[in-house]
């Protein structure tokens, strides 16, 4: 089984915990970003970092890119992605939107997701990955058999 790299995921959830931070001025404490130098810094490279990080720690370097683990793989990723955010967002929005049914349709349709945005970006990103490595992996392996059969063939 393959080590993680701690301090990556240490830097990872250094970037989670920015986010935090930064909702917590914002929401809490009312802070805007142009009166606030953390608040400046923290936008300037915290989401970027961590989608950076994300897409690191989602290379398989090993991993058997075929049907049935690929789509094991978007399967796990959708149930780990999917429902804390559809929770969360539920919980959010049947707390503070009213009405509740109104207050879902106006999430969804909003750009941001009622700042559910990352998790589904975060998603849409990884599952394009993963369908680019499957392809990639199918052409690449052809080529690698055709060329081969090919120098066989003139030898």
Known sequence: MKQRLEWLDALRGFTMLMVVA??????SFVLNPKYSMFMSVCLLFRMPLFFFISGFLAYKATFSWNIADTWQLVRKKLRVQIIPTLFFMTAFIALFRKPFWQGMKTAWLSPTKDGYWFTL???EMLLAYYVICFIANKVS???????AEVHSDND
Do not use: D, E, Q
């Not at 392996?141 to 060329?147: N, Q």
């Open 121 to 123: 970006v975060l998603l």
């Open 22 to 27: 930064n909702h917590v001025f914002s929401m």
């Open 141 to 147: 392996s052809k080529c690698i058999v055709h060329s």
